[in-house]
């Protein structure tokens, strides 16, 4: 027992295989002073993993954001995940890294962010979705299923492999690229029941609104 102080309990983190809805937040859509509102948004509004995405900042300036939302996400017992920069992952409290398809193996990153780190990798296409159970991620993100601005360089993929990765790999898939509570349904019904969303979350005028949406729609 303590002696007059109080402890506040971590809560447990959700485990991958239970998470629906992986929200990222992207500095290309949130200003810096908006990063730790905009996560507590998010999470209210039901996401069960995020990932921090900043393709135009320095190093440094991620170790800072990385410090300032991995407790928010501890706290609330939600993965807090670095795009690339695995290794960040220690000294910043995040819980993984996602290393694109073209960047460093699996297993490199996770020599670099630590053996109990949760590591992702993209996949544009079955084959590579196919591939990458060699390398052994605890996900893979699928994608872009739409043209999305977030990957403008990227080739749309449609939805009709979607079932078939489901059952080419055995870890979770989570679709992405220019997904919506819009076209949400049209996703689900093509056989996804974990996706990323993105930009339709940060646009959006009450984001833990269209969170709460979506990640109603996937329990549906």
Excluded: W
């Excluded at 295989?17 to 905009?38: F, H, N, Q, W």
């Excluded at 995405?53 to 407790?71: G, H, N, T, V």
């Excluded at 695995?86 to 398809?101: F, N, R, W």
């Excluded at 059952?167 to 979770?172: E, N, R």
């Amino acid at each position: 027992m303590g002696t007059g102080g109080t402890v506040e309990l971590k809560t447990p983190m959700k485990p991958v295989s239970d998470c629906r809805l992986y929200g990222i937040i992207d500095t290309g859509y949130v200003p810096a002073e908006k990063l730790s509102p905009m996560t507590e948004l998010l999470i209210r509004g039901g996401i069960d993993i995020l990932q921090l995405r900043a393709k135009k900042q320095s190093r440094d300036e991620i170790r800072i954001m990385a410090r300032e939302l991995a407790p928010i996400c501890q706290h609330a017992g939600i993965a807090f995940i670095l795009n690339d920069y695995p290794d960040l992952v220690a000294e910043t409290g995040a819980d993984g890294a996602h290393v694109g398809q073209n960047d460093m193996s699996v297993s490199e990153a996770r020599r670099l962010a630590g053996k109990e780190a949760i590591i992702g990798k993209s996949t544009h296409s079955l084959e590579q979705a196919r591939a990458s159970v060699e390398e052994i991620p605890d996900y893979i993100g699928f994608g872009p299923l739409f043209a999305t601005a977030t990957k403008p360089d990227y080739t749309p993929i449609g939805m009709e492999q979607i079932f078939h990765v489901l059952h080419s790999v055995p870890y979770p898939v989570f679709c992405i690229g220019g997904i919506t509570v819009t076209n949400l349904p049209k996703v689900i019904q093509a056989g996804a029941d974990r996706v990323v969303i993105v930009s339709d979350l940060l646009t959006s005028a009450d984001p833990l609104a269209r969170a709460s949406s979506c990640k109603a729609l996937l329990q549906s």
